[in-house]
C-alpha cells in the first residue's frame, strides 16, 4: 500500500477482513489490554504496518522500551500516522491513526521525559500492527 491512497471500506467489508478484536481496536477504537500484546517486547528490525491495510507505520529503529504495557515508538514514517483530538475519556488526548484507512492505532504523549529525540511517545496497541522484515 503505498501513502496517499485512502482505503474507505464499510464497516461489513471490514468485518469480513479483520478479526474481531482487530476490529474492535481499529475501527471501534478499543484498546488492547497492557502488557498482553505480541509486539510490546519485539526487538527485530524491520517495519511495522497497519494491520488493516498494510501501510507502512513504524521502522524498528524507532522503537523503544517505555514499560506503558504497549509498544512505544518516538516517530512514524512521514505522512503515515495522522493526530485528532480524542476527548472520549473526558480529558483531551491525541489519538493516532493510519493515515490510508483512518485504523485506530492507539494514542501520543509529549513531554514525558523519555530520552528519545522528538520527546513522544506513540503508544501503539500491538493488534493494530503487523511486522515485516525489512
Same mark, same amino acid.
Given at each position: ?9 464499510? !464497516? ?99 513531554? !514525558? ?22
Amino acid at each position: 500500500m503505498s501513502l496517499g491512497t485512502k482505503i474507505n471500506k464499510t !464497516e461489513q467489508e471490514w468485518r469480513a477482513i479483520l478479526s474481531p478484536e482487530q476490529f474492535r481496536i481499529l475501527r471501534q477504537k478499543g484498546t488492547e489490554r497492557p502488557n498482553s500484546g505480541e509486539y510490546e517486547n519485539h526487538k527485530q528490525q524491520g517495519v511495522y504496518s497497519c494491520a488493516g491495510c498494510g501501510t507502512p507505520l513504524y521502522k524498528s529503529d524507532t522503537k523503544f522500551n517505555s514499560g506503558c504495557g504497549w509498544p512505544a515508538f518516538f516517530d512514524a514514517i512521514p505522512g503515515a500516522v495522522g493526530r485528532q483530538e480524542d476527548r472520549s475519556t473526558g480529558t483531551v488526548r491525541t489519538e493516532i491513526v493510519c493515515t490510508t484507512c483512518g485504523g485506530h492505532l492507539g494514542h501520543v504523549f509529549k513531554g !514525558e521525559g523519555f530520552p528519545v529525540p522528538t520527546n513522544e511517545r506513540h503508544c501503539v496497541n500491538s493488534v493494530s500492527l503487523r511486522f515485516g522484515n525489512e
